[in-house]
């Protein structure tokens, strides 16, 4: 089985959940409840990192998110046409963003979160910038229902 | 998004949005603001009707803490699911209080 189906959305935070719960139920009969669960917040985190750093939260911009159903393995492209996002945020390996020190209450952080999320939740993750586009490649395996 | 409740000088705050997503957490925070400059200081977030939170959301409930300075307290009640686990996953369960319940918030907080 290998289906696959395009969506898109304007660049506006309001209409990020309606794109992630038509993704979660595309889902929904291959994945566990914990794995819809990863899947949809690591498509939320990716776009709205699409519209508030690519494009600065400008409305009326392209978000387009392309879902492969595969045998083994749920894949998930956003792709936009913001500026790429900088090699600096791309190194930084995901654990940098929870190491911090719980008692120190001021500096327990508020955000840049969204990328460590993403590399937590899903089995791969790849980032493709060229002229054109930008392409966040997600993959989620499915593991089979013992 | 938010109603409130006080129960022996507790502030119970529930969040009447399945989810708090970027698009809530700015409104989801001032909402917060306004109850904690109105001088309460012991608050119980009853995230029980909530299914959702993203990054922006926590980092939401994080300005929320901050806000409340070295005297306040602020718990979490019925977080399951989803939610239950962005805490965990990012080790927010080590910054705020976790309860199942309103109740034994509540009476935490109060003691």
Redesign the interface.
Known sequence: MVSSISLSIDSD??K??LL?RAVRALCEDLLS??DQ?AV??SL??AI?NV??HGYHGERGKDVQVAVGLQADQVVIEIIDHAPPMPPQVLDSTSED??T?D?TD??N????G??LA?IR??MDEVEYRSSESENRLRMVKRIVPLS | MLSTDLRDNVLVVRVEEK?I???KAPAFKDEMTRCIEAGQNQIVLDLSQVD?I???G???L??C??RLG?RGSLAVAGAT??VS??FT????D??FALHQSVDSAVEQLSA
């Open positions: 935070l309001d990020v959940s992630a409840p914990d669960d949809e917040l939320v985190e709205n519209i508030k963003a929870f911090f719980e209450i001021a327990i952080p508020e955000g979160m969204g999320l937590m939740n | 989810r997503d970027a698009s959702f993203d990054s922006s926590l980092g939401a994080v300005s803490l901050k070295p699911g989803a686990r962005l996953l990012t080790r927010m080590r910054v």
